[in-house]
């Protein structure tokens, strides 16, 4: 009976030391400081594509400072957004801008005063680059150039025309007057339709031409004024 007993107690502990071995072995395998011990799975290694991008100085609105944004933050792969009224804006524009070139084109032959003929050589120099941009706009969206049935004599500072057929006719210090009477009314005109899209429009685009367009037009309203023959 001894003996069993002895022989049992020797298979406990022999299966304490095994156990004990095994726990150890699991233990030491995660380790990497023990002897022995299996190397830890390295972790994934982030990769890098260089330094980040610059900021982008990003210009304010008229009388706002300059902001830093990053490359990130301005990066937007979302079509383009615009309302009706950007898209009339643009449809009116182009042929206002048009009546400017071709009262500006009479300026060559009919002017006295060479100041008015530099005058109109710079309307054309100005405005024929932005009638392609316009065009432009309308043709990156998809959009006619004229809208069905809008009637252009009803647009602001556009001239009648019974008023272009005296402006071909005059001559002179005559043509001078009128010239510049006109193209003030124009100018005018031009000033109020941008004036009115920056309260309306949706173009950021069509928004900085705007702003850009009222500010010429009113520079040039004064220079015409300097120019009217006593």
Do not use: C
């Not at 969206?141 to 069905?148: K, N, V």
Request: glycine share 8%.
């Amino acid at each position: 009976m001894t003996v069993r007993r002895g022989r049992l107690l020797a298979v406990v502990i022999a299966a304490a030391i095994v156990a004990a071995l095994v726990v150890l072995a699991i233990r030491t395998a995660g380790d990497p400081g023990r002897p022995g011990a299996a190397p830890a799975s390295a972790s994934p290694t982030p990769t890098t594509t260089g330094p980040p991008p610059p900021p982008v100085l990003v210009p304010g609105r008229p009388g706002e400072s300059v902001v830093a944004r990053s490359a990130h933050e301005l990066r937007d792969d979302s079509p383009p957004r615009y309302n009706a009224l950007d898209t009339i804006y643009v449809q009116m524009m182009i042929p206002h801008h048009q009546q400017a070139l071709e009262m500006s084109a009479l300026a060559v032959d009919h002017a006295a005063d060479p100041r008015i003929r530099a005058y109109a050589d710079r309307i054309r120099a100005g405005q024929g680059p932005e009638i392609k941009v316009l065009r432009g706009w309308l043709a990156t969206r998809g959009l006619p150039e004229t809208a069905p049935g809008h009637d252009h004599a009803g647009m602001r500072g556009m001239q009648s025309p019974e008023a272009m057929r005296r402006l071909d006719a005059a001559r002179g210090v005559e043509f001078d007057r009128l010239f510049i009477t006109m193209m003030t009314d124009h100018h005018q005109g031009a000033v109020t339709m941008a004036t009115d899209l920056l309260s309306v429009g949706a173009d950021a685009t069509l928004n900085e031409l705007a702003t850009s367009l009222a500010t010429e037009q009113a520079i040039e309203i004064n220079r015409l004024r300097e120019l009217t023959p006593p």
